[in-house]
Each structure stands twice: as structure tokens, then as C-alpha cells.
């Protein structure tokens, strides 16, 4: 074991505190904020990047922006931060978020228990001693009873492997690891690789600012308008009038977006009245709105489904002048992967100087010196790849540090065959090992989310120091039943049928399993607060 250490470091140099944090996006900001108000816990975290913002820090690429609504993407634990905080556009920008959170971490003084540019590499349980021992790159060891992994569901991006990638003269770009310094497109020959939220964001923004805009897709999505607009006159005021019970409405709705869902079966309507419903909320805009606003069925109806699909195919069709573009970018899937909404999009289609390569069909065979090589022999010259292809989502960022629980026990073992957690928080074997957001958590939007599991993080900490206890850690049963209970409530959907990063179909080798608890937010709430109201007793060893 590692001996002694106080917060500056003993004889053998190891550091402790109470919590380590690990990232400091929309959920590490926060928990650095609620744990160092426990109890005053002494906190340390890292932070891989050179500053706050997680996702915000990352995804600088051109076009990057919310697609949930800001008055449920933002936090609600102060008032008076939500109050100050002006909001210009209802979708806000990467830079407005990502300032958003700077200000967060100012306002709150937490950089100051943050280390940046710091990865973590290892984490050990000490069962003896009740501490994780975490290294990081720099050479460091630090102890904690507790740690918090906020390390992002979409973090770890994906980068395939296409032969002859270094030979490429020019730049390459993946859209979750965009420079700082932004990169100047103007007039240059810009190739595209991806059609998910990442690269329909990027092809609509870049489509009039470049001099040609070449996109390699493989599956095409559904796209809906974000219909972006200023955020309604007086919603924010009215949120504030009744601050308490608007937060509560998110956190127990399905979603957790802030917006009214629908409690309407598409199923038991006319086709008719389906058909007419889906052209109402297309106009109206917004992803998760055309997805859970119209009807409460389209996730798991396939007459439902298939209405959400027909309406957008046929905006497609009226949209996109090349007929050959249009069929094209008309998906053969259902309408059960993340939504997307974009203004803009299937019109970028249009312009002279944007092409669509079919590379489903033509598949990229070869990146050369001067571009991307497809099957039938063309070579499509690029000055700059926009790597749009996404992440080894949920568990892929979690795996990148190298755990090892009790009695020896990897995470990279324990979920050999999939992701194992209770409540998406905690795994058996790894005592005091928090997962914000982690797999089998709740497939909801996020920032509500992380709050409510923090805090109940917070009350398990707070639990384990008053009852004098060491650890607490979730039994293998209560794994296993959770486990079961989330494939239970996924099994009905249509996401559990369609390939996309949700059940880790995007990445060659990962198991293709849910990875998410799927009955909702408020269900969910009410899982977290059985457990809390059962003093934790059922389903966990509290040693
Ligand atoms: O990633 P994706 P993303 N050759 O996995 C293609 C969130 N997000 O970064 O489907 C050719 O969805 C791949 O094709 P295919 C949001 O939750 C939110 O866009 O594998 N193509 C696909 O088209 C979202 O769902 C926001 O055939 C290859 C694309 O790359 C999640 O992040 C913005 C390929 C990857 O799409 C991920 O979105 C951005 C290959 N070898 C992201 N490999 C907003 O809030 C991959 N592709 C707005």
C-alpha cells in the first residue's frame, strides 16, 4: 500500500484527499461544486484538456451547437446562476456553452481543485485502506476514499482505420478534437466523413464557406429542422415563478428536455391524423420534439415509426433538387436512432459546389497524398478531412483507464461481454467508484441527470462517513437485476434494432448490447430514491 500521505504529499509522495473528480464537463463542474459543499470534503480533479467543458471544450468544429432546448440544458442547483445567466439563442452555440461553463467554474472557485492537461491512467482499490490510488501521466499517485468518474458518454472518439491515412498531404480533422486555433477553410476543398449529429452540423455550417464541399456517406439519417429561433419571450421568467416545480417536471417526465411530451399512441390515431401530426411538429422543428411531442409511441411503435419517417422522406424528396442526391440521403432504417435536427441541412444539397458520395456503395478504399480514393477508382482531391465518425460511446471512455477493484478485479474484465453498473452509477467490486452518466444509466438528456445522480452520490458519501463505514459498493445481485430490469424496458424499443453507438454497433468488436436504462427519467429518479430511502441496506455491501 502507498503509507500516509497528506494533501502535499508524504514521505513517499503520494497525495490524498477525500474525492478525486475525473473531468470537468457539465458533470464534473457540478460535482466539484456538491462534494466540496459535503461535509467540506477535500476534492482534487483532472481534467485531460487544457480547461473546462467537457464535450464543449472538445467539439469546437464549425456548426457545433446544443440541440436541447437551454432551459433544460443548463443547471438548476442556484437559482441565481440561472437568473444571471443570459442566454441568447435557444439552441446556443459551442462558445456560448462552453463560456457558460467557465463562468460556472469562476463563479464557484473550482479551478482551483482542478488539475488540467492531466490524464488519469490507473485506479486501484486498496481494500485494506478503503482508498482508490489513481496515476495519472505526469508521474503523480494520488489517494481518495471516494472517486467520481465524469468522463463523458461521448468522449472517446472513433477514428477508423483507413489505409494509406498518413500519406495525406493536407489536414485532418476529427470534429471532437477540433483545434483551438480555428482552422481556416475558406476557399479550400473540404471532404466530409460521417452523417451523424457531428457531421450534419458541420456539412450545413460549412456548405457556403468553403470553396467545395465533398460528403462521404455511408448511412444517411433522419434530419428534422431545429427551426432555430430566439427562445420564447418570457419562458425563462416563467421557470423562474416556479423554479422548484419546473425542475421537477423535467427530472420526472420521460426525457428530461424541458418540453411537454406527448401522451398520445400514434398507434390508436388515423393514418391520417399520424401523417398530419408529424408535418405539424417538422414545422414546429426540434429532434427530440419530433420524436416525443407528436405521439408517446414513435420508440417503439413501427406503424408510429413508420409515419415519423414517411413525412420526413417525403420534405427530402421536396427539399433536394437531384432526385439521385434526394433518394440518397433518404435512410432504409427506422427513425430509432439519436434524432437530429439541423436548419439547413438537406438544402446544403443544392449548392453547386457540395457533392454527396454514396460510400455505402463506393466504398473509401485508400486515403492518397492528395485525398480519399473510392472503389470505383475516383480520386477525390481534399485539401482538409473533416472526420465526423464519432465515438466508442458510454463505456468507451470509462475502459480507457485502467481499473482494478477489489480483490484484483478489472473493469476491462468485468465488462467483457458488456457493461455492468447498478443504477448506471456504481459497479460491483469497485467500491466508491461513481460513473456519472455511466452505462446503464438513464437515456434522457443529460444536464438534469448528472445533477440528481451527483447529488445522490453525494448522500451515499454522506452516509458512509456518518456511519463510520470504509466503503459501499452495489452487490452482484443488484447488478444483475438491474441489468436485467434496463434489457426489460429496452427490449420493447426500436433503438435495441437499429445500429447506432447507443447499442455500441458503431465500433467493430464492441459487444452490441443496450447499454441503457430506457424507462425514463422519473422512473429513474424513483429507483435512485428507493435505494436512498432503504439507507442503501438492500442492494449494497456497506463495509
Ligand atoms: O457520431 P455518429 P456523431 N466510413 O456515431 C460514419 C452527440 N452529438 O459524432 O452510420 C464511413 O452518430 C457513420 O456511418 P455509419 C449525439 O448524441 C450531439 O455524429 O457507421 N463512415 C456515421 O454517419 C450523437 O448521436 C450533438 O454507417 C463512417 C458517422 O460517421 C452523438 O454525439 C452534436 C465510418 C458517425 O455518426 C454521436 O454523433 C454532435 C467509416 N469507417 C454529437 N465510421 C448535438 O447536440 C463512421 N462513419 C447537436
Not at 464557484?108 to 488540467?116: G, H, K, P, T
Not at 452540423?201 to 460549412?206: A, K
Not at 458520395?357 to 478531412?385: A, C, K, W
Request: glycine fraction near 10%; charge should be negative.
Amino acid at each position: 500500500t502507498t503509507g500516509q500521505a497528506g494533501q502535499d504529499g508524504g514521505a513517499d509522495g503520494v497525495r490524498e484527499v477525500d474525492a478525486i473528480v475525473i473531468g470537468t464537463g457539465f458533470a464534473g463542474i457540478y460535482s466539484i461544486h456538491k462534494l466540496r459543499n459535503v461535509d467540506g470534503l477535500s476534492v482534487q480533479a483532472f481534467e485531460n484538456a487544457s480547461d473546462v467543458g467537457g464535450t464543449w471544450y472538445w467539439n469546437q468544429y464549425p456548426g457545433a451547437r446544443s440541440d436541447t432546448e437551454v432551459n433544460a440544458y443548463c443547471y438548476s442547483f442556484d437559482k441565481d446562476l440561472f437568473h444571471e445567466w443570459k442566454w441568447s439563442e435557444r439552441y446556443p452555440r459551442q462558445q456560448e456553452i462552453w463560456s457558460y461553463l467557465k463562468h460556472v467554474a469562476d463563479r464557484y472557485d473550482l479551478r482551483r481543485s482542478v488539475q488540467f492537461d492531466t490524464q488519469v491512467e490507473t485506479a486501484t482499490w486498496d481494500d485494506d485502506a478503503s482508498r482508490w490510488v489513481v496515476t495519472t501521466d505526469r508521474g503523480e499517485t494520488w489517494r481518495a476514499q471516494f472517486l467520481v468518474e465524469a468522463v463523458g458518454l461521448l468522449s472517446a472518439t472513433k477514428v477508423p482505420h483507413f489505409a494509406g491515412m498518413d500519406r495525406f498531404a493536407g489536414e485532418v480533422h476529427h470534429t471532437a478534437r477540433w483545434p483551438q486555433d480555428e482552422p481556416d477553410l475558406s476557399g479550400k476543398r473540404v471532404g466530409v466523413i460521417g452523417t451523424g449529429s457531428s457531421g450534419v452540423q458541420v456539412i450545413s455550417e460549412l456548405g457556403d464557406k468553403v470553396g467545395s464541399l465533398t460528403v462521404f456517406q455511408r448511412t444517411p439519417q433522419w434530419v428534422v429542422p431545429s427551426k432555430h429561433r430566439p427562445i420564447a419571450p418570457g419562458l425563462l421568467e416563467r421557470i423562474e415563478n416556479d423554479y422548484e416545480g419546473y425542475w421537477h417536471d423535467v427530472l420526472y417526465s420521460v426525457t428530461a428536455f424541458g418540453f411537454e411530451e406527448s401522451d398520445v399512441a400514434g398507434e390508436e390515431v388515423s393514418y391520417d391524423e399520424r401523417i398530419r401530426a408529424f408535418e405539424e411538429q417538422y414545422e414546429r422543428g426540434g429532434g427530440f420534439q419530433y420524436m416525443f411531442q407528436a405521439f408517446n409511441d414513435v420508440a417503439v411503435s413501427r406503424v408510429t415509426n413508420a409515419a415519423a419517417t414517411e413525412v420526413i422522406a417525403r420534405k427530402i424528396r421536396q427539399t433536394v433538387k437531384d432526385p439521385v442526391t434526394a433518394n440518397l440521403l433518404i435512410p432504409s432504417d427506422l427513425y430509432a436512432k439519436r434524432p437530429l435536427c439541423c436548419d439547413g441541412y438537406y438544402e446544403t444539397y443544392n449548392r453547386e459546389n457540395v457533392s454527396l458520395v454514396d460510400v455505402q456503395h463506393n466504398p473509401i478504399v485508400e486515403i492518397t497524398e492528395r485525398g480519399i480514393r473510392t472503389e470505383d477508382g475516383t480520386e477525390h482531391e481534399l485539401d482538409v478531412i473533416v472526420l465526423a465518425t464519432g465515438f466508442d460511446a458510454v463505456s468507451g471512455n470509462q475502459l480507457k483507464i485502467q481499473h482494478t477493484g477489489r480483490d484484483g478485479v478489472s473493469l476491462h474484465d468485468h465488462w467483457k461481454h458488456r457493461p455492468r453498473t447498478h443504477l448506471g452509477l456504481m459497479a460491483h467490486h469497485f467500491p466508491n467508484l461513481y460513473m456519472i452518466y455511466g452505462p446503464m444509466g438513464p437515456f434522457t438528456n443529460q444536464p438534469p441527470l448528472h445533477e440528481a445522480q451527483v447529488n445522490w452520490v453525494a448522500g451515499t458519501i454522506q452516509h458512509v462517513r456518518e456511519h463510520d463505514l470504509g466503503s459501499i459498493e452495489p452487490t452482484a445481485d443488484a447488478e444483475e437485476a438491474w441489468i436485467a430490469e434496463c434489457d426489460e424496458g429496452a427490449s420493447g424499443t426500436l433503438f435495441a434494432v437499429t445500429n447506432s453507438w447507443i447499442n455500441g454497433s458503431n465500433i467493430p468488436g464492441k459487444p452490441i448490447i443496450n447499454m441503457f436504462y430506457m424507462s425514463g427519467s422519473g422512473a429513474y429518479m424513483d429507483k435512485m430514491e428507493e435505494e436512498e430511502k432503504a439507507d442503501y441496506a438492500e442492494n449494497f455491501s456497506l463495509g
